[in-house]
């Protein structure tokens, strides 16, 4: 049960995201160099940070004092930008590793912005080797750069420094990222950080989104992806972004590993979209819904409804609203008789109170900021959407100013201000906290990817149903079976699953097909004998769920025995690399266990890829007796175990919940459940003990988890037992667990921060050799694994 909150970000990329020093390599005032109007920009902006140019050519750049040499740098200087000829730069980077810089970005190649290193497989692998055994971080080669609005820093080939805030963007592509800066610092849009990897030699879009995942000035995200590669890494970061902040991504145009659309891999666009939708990533398929979304404040905008109200001076752009509003499957808000009462005591008698409602040509700011609030405090109303055009009876600038956010208890406030001359007027709305837009339409459009950002999020977070039975598959057994010699019965393989198969002749197409594809690993495709689906492996009782209500209808619900019995094939293809195929065709299952169906299977010479996204462990149940107390399993937590785990935290005493989470917790919420038991086991693991009922089912005694930090290779535990399993050991009995799991996982350290008057954490850390420092307030107990080499 760990509720604690977002890590700090990885100090190593810290020194890239937050520099407090920056070292110009090839620093230029030349017209025609490709350094000089980065210089121009650092020199004329950093004013929170120490400059540092070096150039052996000029001694001195647009009147600053260059150093020669790489190696009169300080010690210690957090980022260095290099914007030098290629063949000298691989021998520059030895030499800035040599004066301890943090990280250094590689704009463009060779002196050309639109080269690649993929085109020099030597220096590409020098370039590998080096970032393998040296500890310094490199962006690119071939970056366009980074922006840094919150320190004045534009250390890019992008003309524009969008103004402070906290969107952040990240994409491989310079081209896109010029668009994003471009288009943020014309419409007033804050932001956290911009940067361009490049060719990501070192610093890769997983690197990146753990590092926005943690930063506190980042509220969102927006990622432009060019390719899909380890894409189990990926998914796994964007899924632990997504579920801490919106994270929205313009879809693909090259599949994978470089292959473009049109290619045997093209295919596979449909397969990524899930994936990506999967991991919590709101997709766009343009780059004007890609900007839009950068207007979408969806954290902030409370209502994820959509009845509109629509308010104009005029009823021209309101009606093109409300089309655009049934266009994307709104509703116009049927306005409460308390707010057509207020609103007929507002406006002059000759118009009529409606939706969309015409606050007359000559409104001025008070009457439309008055209206505004009305409608933005009716129940009815999920958003409130005010859309003007110049007129010479009220100034776009005199209503601008008197327009405010919505209160956060009520519904919020967009604005379309339409017509010529009004970019100053959005940009201004902007910067008062209001979403504004040049058309109602793009508006609309806007809150309509607020809205379909919520529901995936809701989707993501979904609770999953108890499972009927535990997942047992026996192995070992399935291997032996596998690898024999004769042909293997279907009735055998399936035995392994603890699955009864009844063979039968299939009289319709109705198919269950785990296969494996050559980028996203197993899928399981279930044909309803019409239309077919893909689900990718792992399933959890949520996604088999699914699986059989599409095969059989729609409407029905499945039995939990019956979705179980689908977990379990599942898991047995899974975990049977030897299969390259599993076919259930026609599958009738029995309350009882069995499956009447018939099935065929393939089997492969080589091994399958991983599955896309982290499964449960597959160690073996562990039964645990203590004296005086009943028989205990310990397994890994589950998605079912959801409930389980609430019920779990609802028997804490608030010291006991004081001491376990360091802070006063009144409740688990749900959605706060769901991400302590929907675990990605690459980055973290939970085990439980409970009794002998399946996931969902039991009650859940303790829990013990580790969450690993993988660029410093350290893990930080958490462990509570209920207060009547206490004093039989098993606090100990789960550490140990613990740290095994996190000794095989490559961590070389594992760690807690306790609350000093939590003596019986204390004394259980110190006997299994912890050792005890000062963390502000809180004590912190640390224990060295096997050295273990860490991940970048």
Not at 229 to 237: D, I, N, S, Y
Not at 289 to 311: I, K, M, Q, Y
Not at 460 to 482: C, E, G, M, Q, S
Request: net charge negative.
């Amino acid at each position: 049960m760990d509720t604690s909150a977002d890590s700090a970000p990885s100090t190593e990329l810290g020194r890239l995201f937050r520099p407090a020093s920056v070292a110009l390599i090839g620093a230029s005032d030349q017209p025609d160099s490709l350094g000089t109007p980065i210089t121009r920009h650092l020199l004329d902006q950093a004013a929170q940070v120490d400059v540092h140019l070096v150039n052996p050519r000029r001694p001195m750049v647009f009147g600053r004092h260059c150093l020669d040499s790489v190696a009169d740098l300080p010690l210690g200087v957090d980022l260095a930008v290099l914007l030098t000829p290629w063949p000298v730069t691989l021998d520059l980077l030895e030499a800035l590793d040599a004066r301890a810089v943090g990280c250094a970005v590689i704009i463009a190649l060779c002196g050309r912005p639109n080269l690649s290193l993929r085109a020099f497989d030597a220096d590409r692998r020098r370039l590998q080797r080096f970032t393998a055994t040296h500890a310094m971080r490199i962006v690119g080669p071939a970056s366009q750069g980074i922006i840094l609005p919150r320190l004045a820093l534009n250390l890019s080939l992008c003309p524009a420094t969008p103004e402070a805030g906290n969107v952040a963007f990240v994409s491989s592509s310079g081209a896109i990222a010029s668009v994003i800066a471009d288009w943020a610092e014309n419409r007033g849009l804050g932001m956290s950080a911009l940067i361009s990897l490049g060719d990501r030699s070192d610093v890769d879009l997983p690197d990146a989104l753990d590092y926005l995942a943690a930063d506190a000035h980042t509220r969102a995200v927006l990622i432009y992806l060019e390719d899909f590669e380890q894409p189990r890494r990926l998914l796994g970061a964007l899924r632990n972004l997504a579920l801490r902040k919106p994270t929205v991504m313009l879809a693909p145009a090259v599949d994978t590993q470089g292959q473009a659309p049109g290619s045997e891999a093209a295919g596979r666009a449909p397969l990524f979209r899930l994936a990506l939708q999967r991991a919590g990533v709101l997709l766009v398929d343009s780059l004007d819904e890609f900007c839009a979304a950068a207007n979408v404040d969806l954290p902030t905008w409370p209502h994820a409804g959509s009845r509109f109200a629509l308010v104009g001076n005029g009823t021209g752009l309101p009606h093109l609203a409300a089309n655009a509003v049934h266009r994307v499957g709104g509703q116009l808000a049927p306005l409460s008789r308390s707010t057509q009462a207020q609103l007929r005591e507002l406006l002059p008698a000759d118009l009529s109170v409606a939706n969309p409602l015409d606050v007359g040509r000559e409104a001025d700011g008070q009457r439309y900021a008055a209206a505004a609030r009305i409608l933005a405090a009716d129940d009815t109303v999920d958003v409130v959407l005010l859309n003007h055009h110049p007129t010479s009876f009220a100034a776009s600038a005199q209503i601008v100013a008197s327009l405010a956010p919505s209160p956060p208890e009520d519904a919020p406030l967009l604005a379309a201000f339409a017509g010529a001359g009004q970019d100053r007027s959005r940009y201004n709305l902007a910067r008062r906290g209001i979403a504004a837009f040049e058309t109602p339409e793009a508006a609309v459009h806007a809150y309509a990817l607020n809205r379909r950002h919520h529901l995936q999020r809701s989707e993501l977070l979904r609770a999953r149903p108890p499972l009927a039975r535990h997942l047992r598959i026996d192995v070992a057994r399935a291997h032996r079976l596998l690898r024999s010699a004769a042909p293997i019965e279907p009735i055998a393989l399936l035995a392994c699953a603890d699955i009864t198969l009844h063979p039968a002749e299939a009289r319709n197409g109705r198919t269950l097909l785990w296969h494996s594809d050559a980028v996203l690993g197993p899928l399981l495709r279930a044909d309803n004998g019409t239309l077919a689906r893909h689900w990718l492996l792992p399933l959890d009782s949520l996604s088999a769920t699914e699986a059989l209500r599409w095969l059989d209808h729609p409407a029905l619900e499945p039995p939990p025995r019956h979705y179980s019995e689908l977990l379990a094939l599942s898991e047995l293809y899974q975990r049977c690399q030897a299969l390259d195929t599993l076919s259930v065709r026609d599958p009738h299952w029995s309350d009882d266990g069995w499956l009447a169906a018939e099935v065929s299977y393939n089997l492969r010479s080589t091994a399958r890829l991983p599955t896309a996204f982290s499964p449960c462990p597959a160690e073996p149940d562990e039964w645990i007796e203590a004296e005086g107390l009943p028989q205990l399993l310990l397994r890994p937590i589950r998605a079912e175990d959801e409930v389980a785990l609430q019920q779990s935290f609802g028997r804490l005493t608030p010291e006991e919940v004081r001491l376990r989470f360091l802070y006063p917790l009144s409740q688990l919420g749900h959605d706060m459940a769901a991400r302590l038991t929907q675990l990605d086991y690459d980055r973290e693991v939970a085990l439980v003990l409970t009794d002998a009922a399946p996931p969902g089912m039991a009650p859940i005694h303790a829990v013990a988890r580790a969450s690993f930090d993988l660029p410093s290779a350290t893990a930080e535990f958490a462990i509570i037992v209920q207060r009547e399993f206490a004093g039989h050991g098993l606090g100990r009995f789960l550490m140990e667990r613990i740290i095994e799991h996190c000794r095989r996982a490559g961590m070389r350290e594992v760690y807690g921060l306790v609350l000093p008057e939590n003596r019986a954490m204390l004394t259980l850390a110190e006997r299994l050799g912890f050792t005890r420092s000062r963390a502000e307030e809180l004590l912190r107990v640390s224990l060295p694994l096997t050295a273990g080499a860490g991940a970048h």
